[in-house]
């Protein structure tokens, strides 16, 4: 993949680095992005046919279906860029309807051309960003939850799309196999995404960092907090609402990155059930 411009002048690498995800999104969402394509393409090349009708992590959707989702969220971001770039329509779909049918459509092609227009759109996608200047890298895109955001922003988001569901593939990756700094961002977005409901009321998280230093988010010394404690990649697995299928999906045949388990919820310092997660997008 390659990155808007080089870094060939202080002023210019300066005016370029703006462009980028920030640290906080991601040291490199540039390089996430591409080892979570290539990862992802590995996977669905490696399943037999005959596997990809079969069950993915989320509800109701096979590995098929997540495949899908995933090529079909590529051409979104191409759709918009390419609208960005000609000043036009700058939204990933129409509609959720016209997202959804595109998905239906392509989760029913035969298993060869399901893996071929995954890789073909997230090519595509990397084509499209590295044609990108500095001028259009700082224009807004309309995102599939339409919100206006930089197009810079989306080398995260695809980032996030591509790790995230490679998890939910069921093939015994999990949180653990996500680079760390990406865990943390993922488990930073979904609690500004409760805080911001309100969701996260009564609820607090300790974890590790990427960087080794301890992480909390919320009041974990309020007593009357439930407090959910484990490491980066099983907090984030609660967090995203996918901990409790990864460990069910954790078979001595299809062993899992996260051998830790589930993580641990305590009130006032004692143990209690492990909550479910509020809703995340």
Same mark, same amino acid.
């Given at each position: 993949?390659?990155?808007?411009?080089?870094?060939?002048?202080?002023?210019?690498?300066? !005016?370029?680095? /703006?462009?980028?995800?920030?640290?906080? $999104?991601?040291?490199?969402?540039?390089?996430?992005?591409?080892?979570?394509?290539?990862?992802?393409?590995?996977?669905?090349?490696?399943?037999?046919?005959?596997?990809?009708?079969?069950? /993915?992590?989320?509800?109701?959707?096979?590995?098929? !279906?997540?495949?899908?989702?995933?090529?079909?969220?590529?051409?979104?971001?191409? &759709?918009?860029?390419?609208?960005?770039?000609?000043?036009?329509?700058?939204?990933?779909?129409?509609?959720?309807?016209?997202?959804?049918?595109?998905?239906?459509?392509? $989760?029913?092609?035969?298993?060869?051309?399901? &893996?071929?227009?995954?890789?073909?759109? *997230?090519?595509?996608?990397?084509?499209?960003?590295?044609?990108?200047?500095?001028?259009?890298?700082?224009? @807004?895109? !309309?995102?599939?939850?339409?919100?206006?955001?930089? %197009?810079?922003?989306?080398?995260?988001?695809?980032?996030?799309? %591509?790790?995230?569901?490679?998890?939910?593939?069921?093939?015994? %990756?999990?949180?653990?196999?996500?680079?760390?700094?990406?865990? $943390?961002?993922?488990?930073?977005?979904?609690?500004? *995404?409760?805080?911001?409901?309100?969701?996260?009321?009564?609820?607090?998280?300790?974890?590790?960092?990427?960087?080794?230093?301890?992480?909390?988010?919320?009041?974990? $010394?309020?007593?009357?907090?439930?407090?959910?404690?484990?490491?980066?990649?099983? %907090?984030?697995?609660?967090? @995203?609402?996918?901990?409790?299928?990864?460990? @069910?999906? @954790?078979?001595?045949?299809?062993?899992?990155?996260?051998?830790?388990?589930?993580?641990?919820?305590?009130?006032?310092?004692?143990?209690?059930?492990?909550?479910?997660?509020?809703?995340?997008?």
């Amino acid at each position: 993949m390659t990155t808007p411009t080089p870094d060939s002048a202080n002023a210019d690498a300066a !005016t370029t680095q /703006s462009n980028r995800p920030t640290a906080a $999104e991601s040291t490199d969402a540039f390089a996430l992005a591409e080892q979570g394509e290539r990862a992802f393409s590995e996977q669905i090349a490696a399943l037999p046919d005959g596997e990809l009708s079969g069950p /993915s992590l989320l509800p109701g959707w096979s590995r098929a !279906t997540v495949i899908a989702h995933v090529a079909c969220n590529a051409a979104g971001f191409i &759709r918009a860029t390419q609208g960005v770039i000609a000043g036009g329509d700058t939204r990933m779909y129409d509609d959720r309807a016209q997202r959804d049918a595109q998905i239906a459509a392509l $989760e029913t092609a035969p298993p060869a051309e399901l &893996r071929r227009r995954s890789d073909e759109e *997230s090519r595509r996608l990397q084509d499209t960003w590295a044609g990108l200047s500095d001028e259009q890298w700082r224009l @807004t895109f !309309t995102s599939g939850q339409g919100k206006l955001l930089p %197009v810079r922003r989306s080398v995260v988001f695809r980032a996030r799309e %591509v790790w995230v569901h490679l998890v939910d593939l069921n093939v015994g %990756v999990g949180f653990g196999s996500v680079p760390a700094p990406l865990r $943390e961002a993922v488990l930073r977005e979904v609690w500004l *995404s409760w805080t911001t409901r309100g969701a996260d009321d009564g609820l607090a998280i300790t974890t590790t960092a990427s960087d080794g230093a301890p992480l909390t988010l919320g009041a974990a $010394e309020d007593p009357a907090v439930t407090v959910v404690s484990g490491t980066l990649a099983q %907090v984030t697995a609660w967090a @995203t609402g996918r901990a409790k299928s990864i460990a @069910t999906a @954790t078979t001595a045949d299809q062993p899992t990155d996260q051998p830790d388990g589930l993580p641990q919820a305590t009130l006032a310092g004692l143990p209690v059930p492990l909550p479910q997660a509020p809703g995340w997008i």
